[in-house]
């Protein structure tokens, strides 16, 4: 007997499962798309009048911060959307649901694809909703058709990405405690980088870690896709971070994902 | 006297083919060893119970063999399933309710119950029916629109049960299934077992109820420091520990008084409640014999005891069942997985 027979059928049993919770547990939902929606205010009505000047003086001509600060926002989504699939398989784990679902007959790997599907869902979702927000501040793109494609393929391999990173910290958790705090740092990470304002404009240390961490090239890669603005060699960066990132999440959580059943 | 099933008093066990054989099993944690060698032959159709205080290693004999976690050493059959070369053939014949409840807590009962339906790959009008049977057996009916979130404990062991009752097991693993429940939800649950039972379902339950392995086991083995030290069905268990006694109560302390004068020395009495113990082997003879040396009228009331399940697992265990352990070597705390 073979459970590879149930392949599809599992993982669909199992994705309409997580889509049906994410839907029941609201919290979790609003967050992913509350944190970034509420630093889009902030940032935008706040502090916009300042930076925005400053920020269309040394980058580019676009007078609307709205316009210049989204695509960062958008790929914080893709951060606060990691968490929540960090906290969903924490929930699994520790309510004992996934203990029992290995104690059936069902095809094993779709436990953890159901996850990613419907997280990867759930935040391209979310994405959605941020820009819609954005687009209701004045946000206006100038990208085309084939823009918008590449740019929501660039983001659903990020989404991707940090889906199984988070899915990861989540299995290695051992208190949902930890599995909420673990990946908090991903969220932060576009205010160090070129999120918020140009990493030209930061002092050499903080400048240098800007330039090279994973999140500048995705958010100058969506900006260019978007807005126009030169990608040069971001584009490949993006791709390879994305890639990078997804091996490392995919096999840091087969490991702890093996490890449950053995220890 | 472990892995003769044979001779046992049980009618369940006779002659049925093995359900689970287990040899020779051993598993450790860091260097605390947790089973230290099991040998099981669980006959098909019979309740096995496997008793023991807390730590003693019961969760992890049921998380091996329900294929969650990977043994150290020895052989294991299910349903005739080698349990390392075809665990998927385990998991399909077999269904495992948890010390804690295995269920989708944002989920309302019924579509926790299809969700193991879908995955126990029911066709949709089975898996409707079966449902819809269990819903009304385990009286989840008035619960049914709500999230499993807001049900109390023993409504979510209800449902925990019930789940593990969808795909038709033959073979049902329940770890402490009735621990935290009242005594009505324990009687209810005994009553499934007894139902599932009746369909040549076999049982493995671990319980630290020493009541309900009397209730419920044909054959009860005593897990004590990861070994066995004591397989049988409970009456040859109580068997092993001797002491029948005669338990006379008066209605007054000068009825108690001559009574003690007459019996002497061997009498171990009691002022509290006025009552007065004989030690005897529990036949009718000594009865008589203790009865035709007193003034009968004096005597209220008159009880035969035998030995409990509570002795046989003190004198085996060294502590009692439900307690915690006295015991200082660090073996009382069983690691979670």
């Known amino acids: 007997m073979s459970t590879a027979t ?4 599992d ?93 059936m007959a069902i095809f094993r790997p779709a436990i953890l694809i159901a996850r990613v599907l419907s997280s990867v869902t759930q ?13 209701a501040m004045g946000f206006s793109a100038t990208a085309g058709l084939a823009g918008w494609l590449a740019a929501i393929g660039l983001l ?25 705090n673990a990946p908090f740092p991903l969220i932060l990470l576009p205010f160090v980088g070129s999120g918020i304002v140009p990493t030209r404009s930061m002092p050499t240390a903080v400048r240098y870690f800007a330039e090279y961490q994973p999140f500048t090239p995705i958010i100058e890669t969506l900006r260019g896709l978007l807005m126009g603005t030169p990608i040069g060699s971001n584009g490949i960066l993006a791709v390879a971070w994305c890639a990078g990132l997804t091996a490392v999440g995919f096999g840091w959580a087969m490991k702890a994902f093996r490890r449950e059943r053995t220890a | 006297m472990i892995t003769n099933t044979a001779s046992a008093g049980s009618a369940a066990g006779l002659r049925r083919p093995a359900a689970i ?45 329900s294929t969650l976690t990977g043994p150290d050493a020895g052989q294991v059959t299910i349903a005739g399933h080698d349990l390392a070369a075809d665990p998927d053939g385990v998991r399909a014949a077999i269904g495992v309710t948890g010390q804690f409840s295995a269920v989708d807590i944002y989920l309302n009962a019924e579509e926790n119950l299809r969700l193991m339906a879908d995955l126990h790959h029911l066709d949709r009008r089975t898996g409707r029916q079966r449902c819809a049977g269990l819903i009304e057996q385990f009286d989840l009916g008035e619960a049914g629109k709500k999230p499993v979130a807001a049900f109390s404990g023993g409504m979510k062991r209800r449902l925990d049960l019930a789940m593990t009752l969808v795909g038709s097991p033959r073979i049902i693993f329940l770890d402490e299934p009735t621990t935290g429940l009242d005594p009505r939800a324990r009687r209810a649950t005994w009553q499934i077992i007894r139902d599932r039972v009746a369909e040549g379902v076999t049982i493995f339950l671990t319980t630290q109820y020493l009541e309900e392995a009397d209730e419920l086991a044909d054959r009860i083995a005593v897990l004590d420091h990861g070994r066995l030290v004591a397989e049988g069905t409970a009456a040859e268990l109580k068997r092993r520990v001797p002491g ?49 040396r007193l003034d009968t009228e004096s005597v209220e009331n008159l009880e ?4 409990e399940l509570d002795d046989v697992f003190l004198a085996l265990t060294g502590q009692s069942p439900a307690g915690t352990s006295t015991d200082s070597t660090g073996t009382d705390k069983e690691p979670q997985a």
Request: glycine share 10%.
């Open chain 1, 156 to 180: 659903a391999l990020t989404s991707f990405a940090l889906t199984w990173l988070g899915i990861a910290f989540g299995l290695a958790a051992k208190t949902l405690d930890a599995a909420s």
């Open chain 2, 21 to 65: 054989t287990v040899t020779g099993l051993r598993k450790s944690y860091g260097d605390q060893v947790v089973l230290d060698g099991i040998d099981l032959n669980i006959a098909a159709g019979s309740v096995f119970c496997l008793l023991g205080p807390n730590g003693a290693g019961k969760t992890t004999a049921v998380k091996i063999l």
């Open chain 1, 123 to 135: 935040t391209l979702t979310s994405m959605a909703l941020v820009l819609g927000v954005a687009v």
């Open chain 1, 11 to 103: 993982t669909v049993t199992l994705l309409r499962r997580n889509l049906k919770n994410n839907l029941r547990y609201p919290t979790s939902a609003i967050a992913i798309v509350g944190i970034p929606v509420l630093f889009l205010l902030l940032f935008v009505y706040v502090f916009g009048g300042a930076l925005g000047t400053a920020v269309a003086a040394t980058a580019h001509g676009s007078t609307h911060y709205v316009n210049y600060v989204l695509p960062g926002l958008i790929i914080m989504t893709a951060a606060t959307g990691s968490l929540g699939a960090s906290v969903s398989t924490s929930v699994d784990m520790t309510e004992g649901i996934i203990a029992r679902f290995r104690t």
């Open chain 2, 244 to 292: 029948s006694s005669i338990v006379l109560s008066f209605g007054t302390v000068t009825a108690l008084d001559a009574a003690v004068r007459t019996l002497g020395g061997q009498a171990i009495r009691s002022d509290d409640d006025l009552t007065l113990q004989i030690p005897g082997d529990g036949s009718a003879r000594s009865v008589q014999a203790v009865l035709n």
């Open chain 1, 6 to 9: 149930y392949a599809v059928s």
């Open chain 2, 304 to 307: 035969l005891r035998t030995p």
